[in-house]
T-cell receptor, first 110, second 117 residues
């Protein structure tokens, strides 16, 4: 079965700094979803990548899908306290049945 | 648009009891999936409903069952509750995918926090 590993598990960055979160799959990635979660709450959809090499941006967040490396990265530019939370990557098994990584907890210090 | 709504938000049950959780999908979405998220873990896929039938199922026992209604809303039922069933239960809705290799956006509700004592 497919597994997703996220790195780092957690990180603390100073406000204004850039950061990158990685999501590596044990099998070929045919698509990748990124979500953000506040502790104990639901998942907020960030973006979905469907093709190898695809790159999408939303505000200060950019995600890329590297099909060959079976990896996706999420990059945040000029981090703000509002970026703090748990970032989860999910890969489709069939349709929208997703498997998820364990998440990366981001803290932003001001 | 209210998005995906779940009820109740919190629930406390005793071991051995049964529980029903409810989900209303985002307007225009006809596919509903349920996930279980334990503390510190990513969500685990339970099952997915489309056209009132279970279309896919994850690795969960038969104690977990569901239903989808004609208006696309859905229920998750868990029988004979165990302490290990304590978790955040998340519902996600998505529009119809033309086939299994076409991926659509999936939006989640706020979840139901179930505590089994």
């Amino acid at each position: 079965s497919q597994e997703l590993e996220q790195s780092p598990q957690s990180l603390i960055v100073q406000e204004g700094k850039n950061l990158t979160i990685n999501c590596t799959s044990s099998k070929t990635l045919y698509g990748l979803y990124w979500y953000k979660q506040k502790y104990g709450e639901g998942l907020i959809f960030l973006m979905m990548l469907q093709k190898g090499g695809e790159e999408k941006s939303h505000e200060k967040i950019t995600a890329k899908l590297d099909e060959k490396k079976q990896q996706s990265s999420l990059h945040i530019t000029a981090s703000q306290p509002s970026h703090a939370g748990i970032y989860l990557c999910g890969a489709p098994q069939a349709g929208t049945a997703l498997i998820f990584g364990k998440g990366t907890t981001l803290s932003v210090s001001s | 648009d209210a998005g995906v709504t779940q009820s109740p938000t919190h629930l406390i049950k005793t071991r051995g009891q049964q529980v029903t959780l409810r989900c209303s999908p985002k307007s225009g979405h006809d596919t509903v999936s349920w996930y279980q998220q334990a503390l510190g873990q990513g969500p685990q896929f339970i099952f997915q409903y489309y056209e009132e039938e279970e279309r896919q199922r994850g690795n969960f026992p038969d104690r977990f069952s569901g239903h989808q209604f004609p208006n696309y809303s859905s229920e998750l039922n868990v029988n004979a509750l165990l302490l290990g069933d304590s978790a955040l239960y998340l519902c996600a809705s998505s529009p119809t995918a033309p086939d299994r290799h076409y991926y659509t956006e999936a939006f989640f509700g706020q979840g139901t926090r179930l505590t089994v004592v």
